[in-house]
């Protein structure tokens, strides 16, 4: 089983204007538009979320966050969702895919 745990801690004294964005960089949004991009040396993860909001017609894309990595570690996260995928779908059920 492959696990990844990534930790830093940082103690540094803020303004509040620096909570508030802290506060906010640790916010989580609902996916459901992702793009990868790569060259020789990175991969970018982009993750958006298209759903309009309640009671507007018109689709906002909007970017909820990037993420980029080495190749090297691309790969350990690809394997890590594989893996994620897999013991979700022995726990809860095959993942059915439509339309793609």
């Known amino acids: 089983m492959l696990h990844i745990?990534?930790?830093v801690r940082i103690v540094y004294f803020m303004t509040e204007e620096q909570e508030i964005l802290e506060d906010l960089s640790r916010a989580a949004g609902y996916c459901d538009v992702s793009n990868i991009i790569y060259?020789?040396?990175?991969?970018?993860?982009?993750?958006?979320?298209?759903?309009?909001p309640e009671?507007?017609?018109?689709?906002?894309?909007?970017?909820?966050g990037r993420i980029v990595?080495?190749?090297?570690?691309a790969k350990v996260f690809s394997k890590l969702c594989i893996e994620t995928v897999q013991n979700y779908e022995k726990q809860f059920g095959e993942i059915q895919?439509?339309?793609?």
């Open 5 to 7: 745990i990534i930790s």
């Open 55 to 64: 009671g507007d017609k018109r689709i906002k894309p909007v970017c909820l």
């Open 97 to 100: 895919i439509k339309n793609l």
């Open 39 to 52: 060259n020789q040396f990175t991969f970018n993860f982009e993750f958006s979320q298209q759903m309009p």
């Open 69 to 73: 990595m080495s190749p090297n570690f």
